[in-house]
């Protein structure tokens, strides 16, 4: 978001994803992703998020003319109560591109299940989480002016 006014130029609001976001999430999918089953399909994807470091956004910021830039991370751990609600999300938010490389509905199905059964097993690795259905979220918030 960018916010101006005439008198002092505009100020810069952004909160997104930041350097190691959804780590958890994203060994788990990298897991299931390279059985057999399922190798085939991701041969040449590409993530499409990139999860910036605050040192690299500063510097970008600086050389397309921002000021008082203020850069942080911020980690964030949500919790789905249940494993429906939990699929539902990751299934229409996370999962999406990783879906839409595998083209039959049934193996999607498969694949989604099998995460799923990746991320109830790993409670054992995180015993902290009251379930195992959360969202590691680091969020890259971001401030700057531009004169």
């Known amino acids: 978001m960018l916010k101006s006014d005439r008198t002092k130029g505009s100020q810069l609001l952004i909160q997104c994803g930041g350097y190691e976001n959804l780590q958890t999430i994203l060994a788990l999918l990298r897991q299931v992703m390279q059985q057999n089953e399922f190798e085939k ?6 993530l499409p998020w990139h999860f910036g470091k605050p ?3 500063s510097k ?3 050389k397309i003319g921002f000021v008082n830039i ?14 429906e609600i939990y699929s539902k999300f ?4 996370i999962m999406k591109p990783f879906l839409e490389c595998i083209s039959k509905e049934k193996s999607r199905n498969r694949y989604l299940e099998l995460f799923l059964d990746e991320v109830e097993g790993r409670n054992s690795v995180n015993p902290k989480q009251e379930t195992p259905c959360f969202l590691d979220y680091v969020r ?5 002016d531009k004169p």
């Open 41 to 46: 399909n991701f041969k040449n994807m590409k």
């Open 55 to 57: 040192d690299d956004t």
């Open 60 to 62: 970008l910021l600086g």
């Open 70 to 83: 203020n850069v942080h991370l911020y980690n964030n751990c949500v919790n789905l109560c249940n494993r």
């Open 90 to 93: 990751v299934r229409s938010v």
């Open 140 to 144: 890259l918030n971001v401030t700057a």
